[in-house]
C-alpha cells in the first residue's frame, strides 16, 4: 500500500523566484529563509519519496475570479507553469502521477468532497517555488499530484473542512494498492496581508501557537471562522488552510523533525515545518 512518509509546510513568496534566479541564498536578507531548507533536503534524499501531493493555493493563474473551484484536484500527465507577472523564471514542467490522481479522486468523491478534476492544469508560484526551494536542480526525482484549495475569492472553506479533507487525502492514499512513498506538502501562509489598511500585518505570536497546534492539536484552527482567520493571520494568512489540510494527511500523530521562521520575507512570516507521521 502507498504511504505518507512525511508532510512539509512551506510559505511560498514570489520574490523567492527573483531570489534564486539571482543566487541570493547567501545574502544576508535570504540566508536565514534559505538555510531553514538545508535539514528537509537532507530528509528527502535519504527518504527518496516517490510522489508529492502539492497543497496550494492558485492566485490567478489557472483559475481566475470567474471560476472559482473551492477544491480542485490535478489528473494531468504533465503540469507546467507560466508567466505571472512576477517576472521570475518558469521551471522545467512537472510530471503528474494521474494513477494516483484518479484514485485519489475517486477516493474523496466517495467521501462527499465535491472537486473539480483538472486534466489540464496551470500550477503557479504557490507550487513551482516549494518544489525549487526542496529539489534546487529542477531535475524533479518525484511525481506530483496537485491539490488546489481556495483562498483568493470569498467564500473559503473552513479550517474544519481543510482538515476533514486533509483526513480523506491520507485515508485515499493509504488505500491506493500502490508501493509508492508519499509526501505532501502544503504551501502558503503564515501570517500576512497584501492589501488593504492592514498591508503589511504580521503576527508572530499567533503564527508561532499555530504552528505548535500543527505538531500537537490541529484543531486548534478550527475555532476560528474565516473572519477571525483574516484579523489573526492577514488576509493571505488564510493560506494556512494548505497547512492544516497536510495536517491532517498526516493521522493523528506526527513528530516535528524540522521548523524555521522567519520574518520577513518580502510582505509575509515565512514558516517551515517538517513532520513525520508516528
Ligand atoms: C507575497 C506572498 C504571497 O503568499 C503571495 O502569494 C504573493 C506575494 C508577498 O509577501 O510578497
Ligand atoms: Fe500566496
Known amino acids: 500500500m502507498a504511504k505518507i512518509i512525511g508532510g512539509i509546510t512551506t510559505s511560498h513568496v514570489p520574490a523567492i523566484g527573483g531570489a534564486i534566479a539571482k543566487n541570493l541564498q547567501q545574502d544576508p536578507y535570504w540566508k536565514p529563509f534559505f538555510d531553514g531548507f ?22 490567478g493563474l489557472n483559475f481566475f475570479l470567474d471560476k472559482m473551484p473551492t477544491f480542485s484536484v490535478g489528473a494531468a500527465p504533465e503540469y507546467r507553469n507560466s508567466d505571472e507577472g512576477w517576472g521570475i523564471p518558469q521551471v522545467p514542467a512537472f510530471n503528474g502521477d494521474t494513477a494516483l490522481s484518479w484514485h485519489m479522486i475517486e477516493s474523496l468523491v466517495a467521501e462527499d468532497f465535491d472537486l473539480t478534476t483538472c486534466q489540464e492544469m496551470l500550477v503557479d508560484h504557490a507550487f513551482t517555488l ?20 481556495n483562498t483568493v475569492q470569498a467564500p473559503l472553506p473552513s479550517a474544519a473542512r481543510c482538515l476533514k479533507l486533509g483526513q480523506a487525502i491520507g485515508r485515499a492514499v493509504a488505500s491506493w494498492p ?8 502544503g504551501t502558503g501562509g503564515l501570517s500576512h496581508q497584501l492589501d488593504g489598511e492592514r498591508a503589511g500585518f504580521i503576527n508572530k505570536a499567533f503564527d508561532q501557537k ?5 505538531v500537537d492539536d490541529p484543531a486548534w484552527a478550527t475555532q476560528f471562522d474565516t473572519h477571525q482567520l483574516v484579523e489573526q493571520a492577514g488576509t493571505q494568512g488564510v493560506e494556512l488552510l494548505m497547512w492544516l489540510t497536510t495536517r491532517g494527511a498526516l493521522g493523528e500523530k506526527v513528530r516535528a523533525l524540522h521548523r524555521n521562521y522567519h520574518i520577513p520575507i518580502s510582505n509575509t512570516a515565512s514558516g517551515l515545518m517538517l513532520l513525520q507521521p508516528v
Do not use: T
Not at 516549494?130 to 484549495?149: E, G, R, S, T
Not at 499555530?210 to 500543527?214: I, N, P, T
Open 130 to 149: 516549494p518544489m525549487a526551494l526542496l529539489w534546487p536542480d529542477q531535475k524533479w526525482p518525484v511525481k506530483v499530484v496537485p491539490v488546489c484549495i
Open 38 to 59: 538545508i535539514p528537509v533536503r537532507r530528509w528527502l534524499a535519504e527518504v527518496k519519496p516517490d510522489v508529492v501531493v502539492v497543497v496550494y493555493n492558485d492566485h
Open 210 to 214: 499555530f504552528m505548535d497546534s500543527m
Open 178 to 185: 500502490g508501493q509508492d512513498k508519499v509526501v505532501v506538502l
